[in-house]
């Protein structure tokens, strides 16, 4: 709960919360589903997804969620993640 919290405790509007916390919810889900963050601390990798979501949050605009959320997945697996994605 401390990534929820996170986002929380960041001065984002009431909206601006909901928004980012189904972004943080989604984009945790689709990663374990896809098994990417097996053998890695999960509480830290979820806090560090909350960081992500924070930064890119904070200079959103009237962008669609599933557009975000995507930008949130990239930036939260990286490069390499991305080159292999390309690869398939």
């Known amino acids: 709960m401390k990534a929820r919290r996170m986002i929380f405790e960041d001065g ?3 909206d601006d919360v909901v928004f980012l916390t189904d972004a943080l919810e989604g ?11 097996n053998g890695l601390d999960q509480s830290a990798e979820r806090e560090r997804l909350a960081s992500i979501i924070i930064t890119l ?18 930036a939260f697996l990286g490069r390499s993640q991305l080159s292999a994605d390309a690869a398939e």
């Open 57 to 74: 949050g904070r200079h959103r605009t009237d962008e669609a969620p599933d557009k975000f959320r995507s930008r949130v997945k990239n």
């Open 27 to 37: 984009v945790w889900a689709e990663t374990m589903a896809d098994r990417l963050l």
């Open 12 to 14: 984002f509007g009431p």
